[in-house]
Nanobody, 123 residues
Framework: QVQLVESGGGLVQAGGSLRLSCVAS?????VGWFRQAPGKERRFVAA????????SYVESVKGRFTISRDNAKNTVYLQMNSLKPEDTAVYYC???????????????????WGQGTQVPVSS
């Protein structure tokens, strides 16, 4: 079983930045970040593969968010710049144990989830 712990959320003004962290209890798997806005479904934000660090982003965050990982620390980061009120959500990281380390867009392909961290963005 993999445990994931997110941190780094908090209230930020529009245009500001935050860096979220996701510390995993294991290694060797892809990690994705998802977000769930109030009253909406959980949706894909970004993901990174295990071996070669290939990254994927939803169109709305490209150029503003960067996902990265430090495999020595079993940690995945989500650097969020130029935040907008529409980025307000609870952000979750998730581990995908299948797919030989490759990332996926569909939340159903992830096996373990963190508890989430709140990111309210004020206008």
């Amino acid at each position: 079983q993999v445990q994931l712990v997110e941190s780094g959320g908090g209230l930020v003004q529009a245009g500001g930045s935050l860096r979220l962290s996701c510390v995993a209890s294991g290694r060797g798997f892809a990690v994705g970040w998802f977000r769930q806005a109030p009253g909406k479904e959980r949706r894909f934000v970004a993901a990174i593969s295990w071996s070669n660090g290939v990254t994927s982003y939803v169109e709305s965050v490209k150029g503003r968010f960067t996902i990265s990982r430090d495999n020595a620390k079993n940690t995945v980061y989500l650097q969020m710049n130029s935040l907008k009120p529409e980025d307000t959500a609870v952000y979750y990281c998730a581990a995908r144990l299948t797919g030989r380390g490759s990332a996926a867009f569909n939340l159903d392909e992830y096996d373990y989830w963190g508890q989430g961290t709140q990111v309210p963005v004020s206008s």
